[in-house]
């Protein structure tokens, strides 16, 4: 029963810098794996990054040196800080988390999404 709730999306000019967060609800259970996808219209959904609870990031090759991925254990909070941004990133913005509770089971769970638009 993992609810995530994004929230910071909006627009922002080409160059500029948007900061989003999701906070994870209604479980005590570690969510081993946190992140971000984005889908924009026309395209399937892609990773933007993920970080699990040890504190490792992975960024898809596109984000690599502008997003910074980090995360609130404590808050089961995950944040994503965008900088540079460019309007090929506008998309909407999903949060997800999965955990592991056993060996071979996997929960996932997503958020509704946020909007980002970056304007030339």
């Known amino acids: 029963q993992v609810q995530l709730v994004e929230s910071g999306g909006g627009l922002v000019e080409a160059g500029g810098s948007l900061s989003l967060s999701c906070a994870a609800s209604?479980?005590?259970?570690?969510?081993?794996?946190m992140g971000w996808y984005r889908q924009a219209p026309g395209n399937q959904r892609e990773l933007v990054a993920t970080?699990?609870?040890?504190?490792?990031?992975n960024y898809a090759d596109s984000m690599k040196g502008r997003f910074t991925i980090s995360r609130d254990n404590a808050k089961n909070t995950v944040y994503l800080q965008m900088n540079s941004l460019k309007p090929e990133d506008t998309a909407v913005y999903y949060c997800?988390?999965?955990?592991?509770?056993?060996?071979?089971?996997?929960?996932?769970?997503w958020g509704q999404g946020t909007q980002v638009t970056v304007s030339s």
């Open positions: 997800n988390a999965e955990s592991y509770p056993l060996s071979y089971f996997r929960r996932q769970y």
């Open positions: 209604g479980s005590d259970v570690e969510l081993d794996v």
């Open positions: 970080i699990t609870s040890g504190g490792t990031t």
